[in-house]
């Protein structure tokens, strides 16, 4: 039974998705092709890396990667060519300029400024309770108690 387990688990591993033909003879183009492919979004299944997705256009992601490699781009120059062709949503990792880094940073600033405001409102409460309060004049005791004996009264 536990044969059968590793079995099937091999079966739905990710290394199943590059397929042979897809394969570099150069082991060193290839390793570099697995290492960039990892860090690259299949837009079909998108949280899985292009280096385990199975879809169609994963593998064709994983194809271009290779040509360009082959075709002697450097590591960045090659996820250039497929971010300028996808946009970087197709990036596991975004990279960090204007608009990720307001991306990121507006997280924590919203935060901060809603511990700011609960802080001011807090302390506008604290200091409307401790204010002193006189209570009722004398003439709306007077008011009240008679609001209060006519409606006893019906």
């Known amino acids: 039974m536990k044969r059968f387990v590793f079995l099937l688990m091999l079966i739905a591993s990710p290394l199943w998705a590059v397929e042979p033909d897809e394969i570099l003879d150069d082991p060193a183009l290839e390793a ?6 990892k860090g690259l979004r299949c837009l079909v299944c998108q949280n899985e890396s292009i280096d385990e997705s199975n879809a169609s256009l994963a593998r064709d992601l994983r194809i271009l990667l290779r040509e360009r490699l082959v075709a002697g781009d450097s590591d960045e120059a090659a996820v250039d060519f497929i971010v300028d062709r996808y946009g970087e949503y197709v ?3 975004p990279r960090a300029n204007g608009s990720t880094l307001l991306l990121w940073a507006s997280g924590p600033l919203m935060l901060l400024l809603a511990g700011g405001m609960g802080i001011i409102y807090l302390r506008g409460r604290a200091k409307g309770s ?17 609001i209060l004996d006519n409606d006893f009264k019906d």
């Open 32 to 37: 570099r092709a697995r290492h960039l492919s």
């Open 91 to 93: 990036l596991l990792q």
């Open 130 to 146: 401790s204010t002193d309060d006189t209570g009722l004049s004398d003439a709306e005791k007077t008011r009240l108690a008679q």
